[in-house]
């Protein structure tokens, strides 16, 4: 029995290395489930997609990182790939990356730096810190 679903398109992305050599992956973090889903298709490898529950590993791990709390409130705004690197980024928050040409089930997660830290992500919600992070939010002379 074949099951459907819908896809995210902020949740989805393609890497593109040569003729016949790309990726394409979702990543799928759902509030409720607790583990990030990864998805991936590289007719290299397999001509199914294959799906990954990977492990998040913080680039600069700290002691009162929550990465529960992180999960349940992320929300891709984008996905950038980089090299053989996906990146999907919440630009009130983070950035997880993901080699899609490595065998590894790992994840990193980089925290963006708060543009200004007197505000409490958990307190303002979302709208906020969405006009502070988001790039084309920025004043002209704060982008450069």
Same mark, same amino acid.
């Given at each position: 029995?074949t099951?459907?679903?819908?896809?995210?398109? $902020?949740?989805?992305?393609? %890497?593109?290395?040569?003729?016949?050599?790309?990726?394409?992956?979702?990543?799928? %973090?759902?509030?409720?489930?607790?583990?990030p889903? $990864?998805?991936?298709f590289?007719?290299?490898?397999?001509?199914?997609?294959?799906?990954?529950?990977?492990? %998040?590993v913080?680039?600069?791990p700290?002691?009162?990182?929550?990465? /529960?709390?992180? $999960?349940?409130?992320w929300?891709?705004?984008?996905?950038? #790939?980089?090299?053989?690197?996906?990146?999907?980024?919440?630009?009130t928050?983070?950035?997880?990356?993901?080699? $899609?040409?490595?065998?590894?089930?790992? +994840?990193?997660?980089? /925290?963006? #730096?708060?543009?200004?830290?007197? +505000?409490?992500?958990? /307190?303002?919600?979302?709208?906020?810190?969405?006009?502070?992070?988001?790039?084309?939010a920025?004043?002209?002379?704060?982008m450069?």
């Amino acid at each position: 029995m074949t099951s459907t679903r819908r896809m995210e398109s $902020l949740d989805i992305g393609m %890497i593109h290395r040569g003729p016949g050599d790309f990726a394409v992956a979702e990543l799928q %973090i759902a509030a409720d489930a607790g583990t990030p889903v $990864l998805r991936v298709f590289n007719p290299s490898v397999s001509d199914h997609w294959v799906l990954k529950t990977p492990r %998040i590993v913080p680039v600069h791990p700290r002691d009162d990182l929550d990465m /529960e709390h992180i $999960l349940w409130y992320w929300d891709t705004d984008a996905v950038v #790939p980089s090299g053989t690197w996906m990146c999907w980024v919440d630009y009130t928050a983070s950035v997880m990356l993901c080699n $899609l040409f490595d065998d590894s089930s790992e +994840i990193l997660f980089l /925290e963006l #730096p708060m543009k200004q830290p007197c +505000i409490n992500r958990d /307190e303002v919600g979302r709208g906020w810190l969405e006009a502070y992070n988001v790039p084309w939010a920025q004043p002209k002379a704060a982008m450069s």
